[in-house]
T-cell receptor, first 110, second 116 residues
Framework: DAKTTQPNSMESNEEEPVHLPCNHS???????IHWYRQLPSQGPEYVIH???SNVNNRMASLAIAEDRKSSTLILHRATLRDAAVYYC???????????FGQGTTLQVKP | GAVVSQHPSRVICKSGTSVKIECRSL??????MFWYRQFPKQSLMLMAT?????????EQGVEKDKFLINHASLTLSTLTVTSAHPEDSSFYIC????????????FGEGSRLTVL
């Protein structure tokens, strides 16, 4: 599976939107883009995933660049509970096997 | 509610003993489960794919005789850390793929192992 690059950390203010970037310049045509987040001492939690088109769900939006070499996870209004490590992962199948990178640690300030 | 349950959530054992961690799929049957390990301040590392009714598939560098995986039923996979040593102390997390094949993974709460 192709590699992703994310900033180590980001800060946000509460109730403001957050844009978490992810670069995946070696993405292949069959790679899905997955986002998970992990709160301290918990297992990861699914956030969103997509292939080519932008995706929205109750948690977040996923904006995928036209060339698919980058994507952005958008949290529309950050809350303190959104403070977590966010992982952007590529997977070439829907089998569920995911290889995690280092992720972005998001800090949300009140 | 939780889709995947792990037990125990925390375990402390003496060096040289073996520890078994259970992963249960609560809502649906799972022919495949995944086991991850996470050291403090590091990312998750995939250890192996647990396959119901057959041998687990281990990732490169993971000792299959050290980390025994058994997937005897469609709702239960177990990971046994044999002859545990302090360097095996870690957060072990299992996951189950969505049965609808959406690509979503459901993760357990994790099991924190401390080997004295």
């Amino acid at each position: 599976d192709a590699k992703t690059t994310q900033p180590n950390s980001m800060e946000s203010n509460e109730e403001e939107p957050v844009h978490l970037p992810c670069n995946h310049s070696t993405i292949s045509g069959t790679d899905y883009i997955h986002w998970y987040r992990q709160l301290p001492s918990q297992g990861p939690e699914y956030v969103i995933h997509g292939l080519t088109s932008n995706v929205n769900n109750r948690m977040a939006s996923l904006a995928i660049a036209e060339d698919r070499k980058s994507s952005t996870l958008i949290l529309h209004r950050a809350t303190l509970r959104d403070a977590a490590v966010y992982y952007c992962i590529l997977s070439s199948s829907n089998t569920g096997k995911l290889i995690f990178g280092q992720g972005t640690t998001l800090q949300v300030k009140p | 509610g939780a889709v995947v349950s792990q037990h125990p959530s925390r375990v402390i054992c003496k060096s040289g003993t073996s520890v078994k961690i259970e992963c249960r799929s609560l809502d649906f049957q799972a022919t495949t489960m995944f086991w991850y390990r996470q050291f403090p301040k590091q990312s998750l590392m995939l250890m192996a794919t647990s396959n119901e009714g057959s041998k687990a598939t281990y990732e490169q560098g993971v000792e299959k005789d050290k980390f025994l995986i058994n997937h005897a039923s469609l709702t239960l996979s177990t990971l046994t850390v044999t002859s545990a040593h302090p360097e095996d102390s870690s957060f072990y997390i299992c996951s189950v793929p969505d049965r609808a094949n959406t690509g979503e993974l459901f993760f357990g709460e994790g099991s924190r192992l401390t080997v004295l």
